[in-house]
Every structure is written in C-alpha cells, then in structure tokens.
C-alpha cells in the first residue's frame, strides 16, 4: 500500500462482474503542467486484502472480490486529497530544487513487488541505457543536469502530457520510445535550445524540437543496446491525448525525469530480440 | 565560405546557422533546406563549400542524399549530422560520400572544431 491512510480495508462486496486483477490494482498519475509535480500514485489491493475479503464472505472460487464502485470513488478523492496537498506543499520549493522536490513530491518508492514490469527481464534490460542516454542528450545538448527517478509501469489512459513525440523502432528492438513533455517544460528545453524565449505562436517549434529530442533518445538507445540489426522511424509529435504509443502487450515503462526546466518522462514500449526480425521497415535505415 | 544546411528539423537548422555564424559565415553564405528534395535542388543552384546534411529525413534517408549528389558529380565536403550513430550507419555514409560524420547531440563546440578540421583537410584526404 503506497499511500497509507487512503485506503480501508472494509469497504468490500462480492461479485461475479469483478475480477480481483482487474479491480484490485489502482494507480493514476497526477502531472502538474506547470512545474514538475508528477508523481504516481499505487493504491494496490494486495493479495491479502483479497484472501481477507474472500474469507469475510465465505465464498470460496465462485465468487469474485472486487471494489465497490463508490468506495473506489471515494478512495481516489481521498488519494487525490492527499496529492493536492503534496502540490501545494511543492509548489512554494524551488523547482530547480531536485534533492527537496524527491523528499518531498516522491510518494511512492517504487512499486509494488508484483508490478508486472518487475518481472519482465526484458523491459529491465531497457532502463539502465535509456537512463544513460537521457542524462547525455541533456548533458551535451543544454548542459542541464537530469535526475532520473523510479521507473513506474504506465496503464492505458494515464496521461498529463501536452506534447508526446514518439519513434518507432523495428529490427533487434522492436517497440516504440517516446518522451512526455508538459507544455512549460517544453516551453523552457526549447526555449533554451533556441537561445530565447518562446511566443505564444511557436508551436511547431515546439513539436519540432520535441521530435529532435526523442529522435536523440532513440538513436542513442539502439547504439547501446542492438550495435546492429535496428531501425528507426522519423520522430511523431502529437498533443498528449493522441499519444500514439503501440502496445502489442508488453509491459511500457516510464521514467520520470526532473531538470531545471520541470517534469518530463520518458516511456519505452520496447523489446530485444536474438535476432533481427525479418520485415523491418525499409527505407528509414542504413540505406546502404 | 557558402554552407548549405539539409535538415528537416528547423531546430537543428537553427543551431547550425549559430554556430557557422560564430565560425565567420555571413547569413547570406548560409542556405538551408528542410528537405531532402530541396537539397538537392540547392546543391546545383547553390554550389555550397559545405554541406551539413541531416543522417535521417522524412523524405529522403542521409544516405541516400550523399550518394545522389556525389553521383552528380558534387565534389566538396559533405557533413553528416545524425543521431544515429552505429558503425554501419557511419561506414555506409562514408562509402556512399560523406567526408565526416557528426553525431547528435553535439555541442557547438564540438561541431565547429569538426567543419574547421574538414575545411582545412587536404581535399583527398579520406575520412577513413
């Protein structure tokens, strides 16, 4: 349980509708779009509370634990009670406070032991490199320090990203990394990358300079981690809510990232294969 | 010294302007394109000194771009500037043409000492 004190533990029912997996695993993401302030959330019916619930009913195998519609209700205001005050706390910090804003802002550790991507050996192989090249693009490109927090695993539909640039990558690694930008940290990267500040009308300096960025991610990615036998696609940048990021059911991994400009992260939906798979797509690669 | 700039990024476009300023070019010795298509057709208008080009363009691949203008019979220094950085990706853009291959990110400093170094390399003095 990643929040204490939001969650009780007595507000269960039974049903056929609900299935424990489905009901019982609960977290959002709440991303200012201002400064920096995402953090996740994990409200987590654990195994225990389910077994605790199964035997309060005293129906065993036929039923399914689930959570009362309303009390979920209630549990999210509740979290998001809990968040709200955590924002306000941090927004009177400095937002180049990096050390403060992890004390303070950084309500989960991590997840839980039975996060899905913790088990997956795969996406595990992705977050060390990715990590690396982040602190490099940001290192030569603005000469800007980038902390790199607990990776999380995203669910469908969690989302506070105004500006989300995508590349596609086939061969050795197939999947897509993307990077989640709110607008005034894409606002200041920018800002900084043109030397001023940006007007209101620049956005497609925006989307471009954001499409350069997960371009450098991408590319930096597959040189660690498929030395051959990768392509890429050119950079897609889309408002947040057409994110565009594939899922043929593997696990997608974000890493928050935190710089002097605010809040971004960084999500991989990818995987690393033996060998390169046949029908990469043709014409984005070595050309030769 | 006439430099012509393939990128269909405008953002690169712009860091790339910066930094040939510092090096002395005027603005009028400077052309950019921000496709694959349109560099090419600059590249016989022009007849640049140098040329950055992009590794990976929406219309047309890094690669593909040296060969074709190199197949024209373009002889001067060509740059590329991609963030794709793996050895085939850079011997195939040697083999294809390229004088020199610049990987992003790259700090201004960093490409300007690589078009100082370029430009003042003797003309068949191969990259590799």
């Known amino acids: ?288 | 010294m006439k430099v012509l700039i393939v990128d269909d990024s405008s953002t690169t476009r712009e860091m790339e302007r910066g930094i040939l300023a510092q090096l002395g070019c005027s603005q009028d010795e400077i052309l950019d394109a921000a496709s694959g298509e349109e560099g090419l057709n600059k590249v016989t208008s022009f007849d640049p000194d140098l040329v950055l080009v992009d590794g990976k363009m929406r219309d047309m691949d890094g690669v593909a771009f040296v060969r074709t203008i190199r197949g024209n019979g373009f002889t001067k220094p060509i740059m590329m500037v991609s963030s794709e950085c793996e050895r085939q990706r850079v011997l195939d853009a040697v083999q294809a043409g390229a004088s020199d291959f610049v990987v992003k990110p790259f700090t201004p400093d960093l490409l300007s000492q690589r078009i100082e170094d370029l430009m003042g390399r003797p003309e068949q003095q191969p990259l590799i």
């Open chain 1, 1 to 288: 349980m990643a929040v204490s004190g939001v969650w009780e533990r007595d507000h269960f029912w039974t049903s056929r509708q609900f299935h424990p997996r489905r009901a019982g695993w609960l977290g959002f993401l709440l991303m200012d779009a201002g400064r920096w302030r995402g953090q996740w959330v994990w409200g987590a019916m654990s195994g225990t509370e389910s077994s605790r619930a199964r035997r309060r009913t005293g129906k065993a195998g036929g039923n399914r634990v689930g959570l009362c519609a309303l009390c979920a209700l209630q549990r999210m205001r509740a979290a998001l009670s809990i968040l709200h005050e955590a924002l306000a706390r941090v927004s009177t910090e400095a937002a180049s406070d990096c050390e403060s804003w992890r004390e303070t802002v950084w309500l989960v550790s991590g997840p839980s032991p039975d996060d899905p991507c913790r088990k997956s050996a795969v996406s595990q192989q992705f977050i060390q490199p990715v990590t690396e090249v982040i602190e490099h693009v940001f290192d030569v490109l603005l000469a800007m320090p980038v902390e790199v927090g607990a990776r999380t695993l995203a669910l469908a539909g969690d989302r506070d990203a105004d500006l989300v640039g995508s590349v596609v990558l086939s061969g050795a690694i197939t999947g897509v990394i993307a990077i989640c930008l709110p607008m005034s940290t894409a606002r200041r990267l920018v800002g900084l990358l043109k030397g001023h500040e940006l007007g209101e009308d620049e956005e497609e300096a925006l989307r471009d300079a954001t499409g350069e960025l997960v371009e450098m991610l991408a590319g930096g990615m597959k040189s660690r981690l498929s030395p051959t036998g990768t392509k890429m696609s050119c950079a897609e940048v889309v408002g947040g809510g057409d994110r565009i990021i594939q899922d043929d059911g593997q696990s997608r991994l974000v890493l928050p990232c935190m710089c002097e400009c605010g809040a971004f992260s960084v999500e991989i939906s990818c995987r690393l294969h033996a060998e390169p798979r046949a029908g990469a797509m043709s014409g984005s690669g070595s050309g030769a």
